[in-house]
């Protein structure tokens, strides 16, 4: 399986480290994903061109991710072009090593998601996937599925992304 190329930092023995600094957010995982959509929904440039298209794009993937279940299992957070999610608990800069983290990057030029251990605003991710409408979701599937087996590769899948998984189309490598 693809996946297990990704599987690398959390299972070679590293032990990560948590400035103490930064105490846990104090909210949950699904109201951090209502937090992303209530920023997209209500931010003052919605009249314009690009952040209606942001809009059009990302609200349904979202609505469908939570539909699905994902919402409880990773923290959501955003920006004007990028909407991050993780495993963890509190900000992902305050971890050595950083932990993995799936980000959908909108903006009018392209659209995709990306696997990475840092901000992709500064470092290049690990690999990337275009997205259309279409793909979305299945992209994000995927995308989720490897980030919870790196950071968490001695728990079960979720079952909302088994199932997921389970019922797309099996994808031809390349």
Not at 1 to 22: C, N, V
Not at 60 to 89: K, Q, W
Request: aromatic share 12%; net charge negative; proline share 9%.
């Amino acid at each position: 399986m693809a996946a297990t190329r990704f599987l690398g930092k959390m299972e070679q023995g590293s032990t990560m480290q948590i400035d103490s600094r930064f105490p846990p957010y104090p909210d949950s995982n699904e109201e951090s994903w209502d937090k992303v959509i209530e920023f997209i929904q209500e931010h003052p440039g919605k009249d314009y061109d690009y952040w209606r298209d942001y809009q059009n794009f990302l609200l349904p993937l979202l609505r469908a991710a939570i539909e699905a279940g994902y919402h409880h299992h990773f923290r959501a957070g955003g920006s004007m072009s990028d909407t991050v999610f993780s495993t963890v608990d509190r900000p992902l800069e305050v971890f050595t090593p950083k932990p993995p983290r799936v980000t959908l990057r909108v903006t009018p030029e392209k659209k995709y998601a990306a696997y990475s251990h840092a901000s992709i605003q500064f470092f290049d991710p690990e690999r990337t996937e275009p997205m259309i409408a279409q793909n979305a979701f299945s992209v994000l599937t995927r995308y989720l599925a490897d980030l919870w087996r790196e950071s968490k590769p001695s728990e079960p899948l979720p079952d909302c992304l088994e199932k997921a998984l389970t019922s797309q189309p099996q994808r031809e490598e390349e």
